[in-house]
């Protein structure tokens, strides 16, 4: 008899268990009740704005923000075929000072610089050189040729 009722007693604790299993399990699976979630705003609230005079990024530009005047291959500006200057470089074209504002292949296939004073295209590709005046005068294209 001892034995039937410890059975019975075990029987109930794990049906115990079970139950409260059951139940942790249906309550965090109601919608709304979340234990480390931030509540949502309402819709069709309005975004934050932005402060006004305040800088959008906290970078300041660099030289691969400066868009270019014009483009040229390398080999115009005095390079071998695959090499030409990096970006940031100043140079003389024309009796005129330039910044090399970017730099990219005729094919599309990524060139390299790796911080040096050159960039090099693979299996001396064609490169393309654009270049953005110092002087900060309106360039006039067409007397470029």
Do not use: W
């Amino acid at each position: 008899m001892q034995m039937t009722r410890a059975l019975t007693l075990k029987a109930t604790i794990n049906g115990f268990g079970a139950l409260a299993l059951a139940v942790s399990v249906a309550v965090s699976a109601l919608p709304g009740i979340a234990a480390a979630q931030e509540p949502s705003p309402p819709l069709g609230t309005p975004a934050p704005k932005p402060l006004e005079g305040k800088q959008k990024s906290p970078n300041p530009p660099g030289p691969r923000d400066v868009a270019a005047d014009f483009h040229l291959e390398s080999t115009v500006l005095g390079f071998d075929q695959g090499i030409g200057p990096a970006v940031g470089r100043e140079l003389d074209y024309n009796g005129k000072q330039y910044t090399v504002a970017d730099i990219y292949t005729v094919d599309g296939q990524p060139c390299f610089s790796g911080g040096s004073h050159f960039t090099i295209a693979p299996a001396g590709g064609r490169l393309v050189v654009g270049l953005k005046s110092t002087t900060g005068e309106p360039v006039n294209v067409a007397s470029l040729k």
